[in-house]
């Protein structure tokens, strides 16, 4: 699937058609995913930031939790490092309620808890605590009470490239794994060794994760790898992974500059359109997994 030709950098009034909010009932907790793999570059913090916007456009409450030190979640919906007086290392260390860490986006219903540098060192300060491994799960537990309430349905822990301290914590207090995976040669290699780490957690820690799905992402139809590996990855995951694949899109490259999603960016573009497709495969697979 090619790019769309390069054009006019879009108008900054939000174009995405914002469905009616879905009503959850006081207090419910929402559904966690984990973004993860431990693959630097697969699109993982561009998949939880623009899952999250195609989520809240169909009337979901989201929040994202940017996990990963470098902070890219948090810049990419265009929170400026200079406003993050509460982030998600503070909540992790115990000195703020998860509650104070959110603040809201430019996309309606879309909120995020950001990170810091200071996540780098939390192993270190954290690492001898009996509950080191459930910081997150704690911190989640009433996001959705108390006097600053909430109303999530939907939270995505955006993951750092590492099977560290911060990854386990997100797979404790998840529900399910959404894995990003590139359309390239090591691809499946990387993604036994993710399997494994999965398997620990479930046996260990929370024995209710499973794997929600397997989302092939920088996919270039032009290129006979990518092809291979798609065939490869189906094969050896079978249902697992999402029919709906996110092309290589220059777009969905250009937006995190911009502070903004792609779906804010430009709607039109083949790297919008897969995002929403895949939001809805998404909430096809909850409701699978509901009546199961």
């Known amino acids: 699937m090619a790019d769309n030709p390069p054009t006019d950098h879009p108008a900054d009034p939000l174009v995405i058609p914002f469905g009616k909010a879905t009503a959850r009932p006081d207090g419910q907790r929402p559904r ?18 623009n899952l999250g916007t195609a989520l809240a456009a169909i009337g979901e409450h989201v ?26 290392y503070d909540v992790l260390i115990g000195a703020a309620p998860m509650r104070e860490a959110v603040v809201p986006t430019a996309v309606p219903q879309l909120y995020i808890a950001p990170s810091t540098l200071d996540l780098s060192g939390l192993e270190l300060e954290i690492g001898q605590s009996r509950d080191r491994a459930f910081r997150l799960r704690n911190a989640l537990s009433n996001i959705n009470n108390g006097a600053r309430s909430y109303d999530f349905t939907y939270v995505l822990v955006d993951c750092p490239p590492s099977l560290n301290l911060i990854t386990v914590n997100a797979m404790a207090a998840a ?7 590139q359309c390239e040669f090591f691809a499946l290699e990387g993604l036994s060794q993710l399997l494994k780490t999965v398997d620990e957690v479930k046996k260990t820690l929370n024995p209710k994760l499973s794997i ?5 992402t920088m996919y270039d139809s032009r290129n006979n790898l990518a092809n291979q590996v798609v065939a490869d990855v189906r094969q050896f995951m079978g249902r697992k992974v999402y029919d709906t694949v996110i092309p290589r899109n220059v777009r969905i490259s250009e937006a995190p500059s911009y502070g903004k999603p792609v779906l804010v960016y430009d709607l039109k573009c083949v790297g919008s359109e897969a995002y929403l497709r895949l939001a809805t495969e998404i909430i096809q697979r909850e409701r699978e997994l509901k009546a199961s």
Do not use: C, F, Y
């Not at 966690?32 to 930031?49: D, E, F, M, S, Y």
């Open 32 to 49: 966690v995913l984990a973004i993860a793999n431990q693959k630097g570059g697969v699109g993982k913090t561009t998949t939880a930031i």
């Open 63 to 88: 929040l994202i939790i940017d996990l990963d030190p470098q902070g890219n979640a948090s810049t990419g919906l265009g929170i400026d490092r200079r406003t993050r007086r509460t982030s998600t």
């Open 175 to 181: 529900d399910s794994i959404l894995v990003p995976l």
């Open 212 to 216: 929600h799905g397997i989302v092939l």
